[in-house]
């Protein structure tokens, strides 16, 4: 399975799972027409377009994604926010700890806190893989994952509390601005919490996702879970960024 980062960030989100059969598209973000160049992946392939919340980061090109034939899966509050989605297009609503099938792709979605109306972080299950921990855009996660042996995890890390104070006491982020982002998204140091809570020895990797461009450092976030997850290779997700993602075999 090939993880294959489009963009990640308030511009625009979009990856793609793409094994030997099938693929999976997590948010719709970016167009899909540069989703297909970038991963010459058709529709025809993509057994499922997840999509976290209505935010036009995370949803503007549904619409477009789905008028290609690709089902998209997001939960009631999502679909009714995403006005773009035109009339007869392939939507399946989904809820928080309802387990359901795009293809060849397991999913368990939970619920998560973020200023939208029904977000939702996904785990995500394949054979080519194994399980993958998808989460984004919420302050905070309550729920465990360590039984479920994670091998890979895609977490939010958008911005450190240092830069963020530094850039609200020198005029570059508002006061209100800060305060909305500590209460809608992850922090490095919340991230590096959950991974610490749920890696096992079958983690493999963490990619770092949807990180902002004024609070955040890359290199320094990826040497930071780099302490935290000893034994797994550690990515900030880029376009054109591609990892590939193994199992656990034993």
């Known amino acids: 399975m090939r993880l294959t980062v489009l963009s990640s960030g308030s511009a625009g989100n979009g990856y793609v799972l793409e094994g030997r059969y099938s693929a999976l598209v997590i ?9 297909m160049r970038r991963t010459s992946c058709p529709p025809s392939k993509v057994a499922g377009v997840l999509v976290s919340h209505e935010h036009g980061d995370h949803a503007a090109y549904a619409g477009r994604y789905a008028s290609l034939g690709m089902r998209l899966y997001a939960s009631k509050g999502t679909i009714e926010g995403m006005s773009k989605v035109g009339k007869g297009a392939t939507v399946s609503p989904v809820g928080a700890m309802h387990p359901f099938r795009a293809g060849d792709f397991y999913i368990r979605p939970f619920d998560i806190r973020h200023d939208a109306a029904e977000p939702l972080g996904f785990i995500i299950e394949h054979d080519e893989c194994g399980r993958i921990l998808f989460i984004t855009d919420t302050n905070l996660c309550p729920y465990s994952f ?3 042996r994670l091998d890979h995890i ?3 890390a958008n911005f450190d509390d ?46 770092l996702i949807h990180l902002s461009s004024r609070n955040a450092d890359a290199a320094a976030f990826v040497r930071r879970m780099e302490e935290t997850a000893l034994f797994a290779r550690v990515e900030y997700a880029r376009p054109g960024l591609s990892i590939e993602l193994k199992r656990d075999d034993f």
Do not use: W, Y
């Open 27 to 35: 948010e719709c973000g970016v167009p899909p027409e540069a989703m």
């Open 146 to 148: 360590r039984e479920f």
């Open 154 to 156: 895609m977490v939010e």
């Open 162 to 207: 240092t830069i963020l104070d530094s850039n609200v006491a020198n005029g570059v982020v508002e006061p209100q601005q800060a305060e909305r982002t500590r209460r809608s998204h992850l922090s490095l140091r919340a991230a590096c919490e959950l991974v610490e809570a749920n890696q096992t020895a079958a983690l493999k990797t963490v990619t």
